[in-house]
């Protein structure tokens, strides 16, 4: 029996819905402050849709292009001023930045208040110790989705491929927050198919076409597929050989359409939360 297709697009409709109708009952509108530098066209992609986003919420957007040859310097001077600004709730920070750019030092610059990325110190350890103001985007969509699809990690044996600070290690802190048992594997795992086999959960995020295949899925886990690459055809894909997987697991994410909208949809829940700790 094939798996139920988990469809995050039409989720992600109805969470913007949601964090849209509560927006209505601040006294001002959320303001997202995003900063691209270069011309990155896949960044320039990304970036259109959270602006496109914003609008569907009623939230503003204001946009800062910087050329490619920004210095260390002048973007941490913008970042600054951002953060003193009354109207911008959040600042996300276009990734990846120009090479000569310090990612680590401009993120660690965005104010804790206004770090909708949940990509802080300061968040991710509020995070490691169960007490959050923002949840991480990707994982908090993929945790949305299985609320809405009956899914309780309870009790449950969860595996996460990959160990990233933004999607691999604070999606195994939600699953056990959530009373899973979790297990984290990533490219020194040995015998990596005995692990992923034992998973009722199986959430991967690493990057590799076709890095899980059938035989390391057990009959009836529940597959969230996280990653987004391009197969030799060109076209979007996730680590799951989806077609051959669908036929073994329960629930099943597909890419595009799965993860990530729900990413972008959680990304203004969070703009949301920020807003009325801002007193909007």
Not at 49 to 62: P, T
Request: hydrophobic letters at 45%; glycine letters at 8%; proline letters at 5%.
């Amino acid at each position: 029996m094939a798996a139920t297709i988990i469809d995050g697009k039409a989720l992600a409709e109805k969470v913007k819905k949601r964090t849209a109708a509560a927006a209505e009952g601040l006294r001002r509108r959320p303001g997202l402050a995003v900063i691209l530098v270069g011309d990155d066209p896949a960044s320039r992609v990304y970036v259109n849709g959270k602006e496109r986003d914003c609008a569907q919420c009623g939230f503003l957007s204001f946009e800062h292009k910087l050329d490619a040859g920004t210095s260390q310097e002048e973007l941490l001077a913008l970042v600054d001023r951002l953060n003193r600004d009354d109207a911008v709730d959040g600042i996300l920070c276009q990734l990846p930045l120009p090479k000569h750019l310090d990612e680590e030092t401009v993120l660690n610059a965005i104010a804790p208040d206004k770090d909708v990325d949940c990509f802080h110190p300061v968040n991710v350890g509020r995070l490691s110790i169960g007490a959050p103001v923002f949840l991480p985007c990707t994982p908090a969509g993929v945790m949305e989705m299985l609320r809405e699809y009956g899914i309780s990690p309870a009790g449950k044996r969860c595996v996460v491929l990959g160990r990233s600070n933004i999607v691999g290690k604070p999606m195994a802190m939600l699953l056990t927050q959530a009373d899973g048992t979790v297990t984290v594997c990533h490219s020194r795992t040995p015998d990596l198919a005995a692990v992923t086999l034992e998973a009722d959960i199986l959430v991967s995020a690493v990057g590799r076409v076709g890095l899980v295949t059938a035989d390391m899925v057990k009959a009836g886990a529940v597959v969230i597929d996280v990653a987004m690459n391009r197969n030799a055809e060109g076209k979007l894909c996730g680590d799951v050989d989806y077609a051959a997987v669908a036929e073994k697991a329960s629930y099943i994410t597909p890419v595009p359409g799965g993860v990530g909208p729900m990413t972008r949809a959680m990304l203004m829940a969070n703009i949301l939360t920020a807003a009325r700790n801002h007193g909007a």
